[in-house]
C-alpha cells in the first residue's frame, strides 16, 4: 500500500515536471517564432 502510494506520488511528479518542462520549450520556440 505505502509503495503502490509512493509510486504514484512518484509518477504524477515526473509528469508534472514533464509539462513544465515542456510549457517552457512551447513557450520558447512561440516566442521566437512570432
Do not use: D, P
Request: glycine content about 8%; proline content about 0%; aromatic content about 12%.
Amino acid at each position: 500500500m505505502q509503495t503502490s502510494t509512493n509510486a504514484i506520488a512518484e509518477i504524477l511528479q515526473f509528469m508534472v515536471a514533464i509539462g513544465f518542462v515542456a510549457a517552457i520549450i512551447y513557450g520558447v520556440i512561440r516566442g521566437l517564432t512570432f
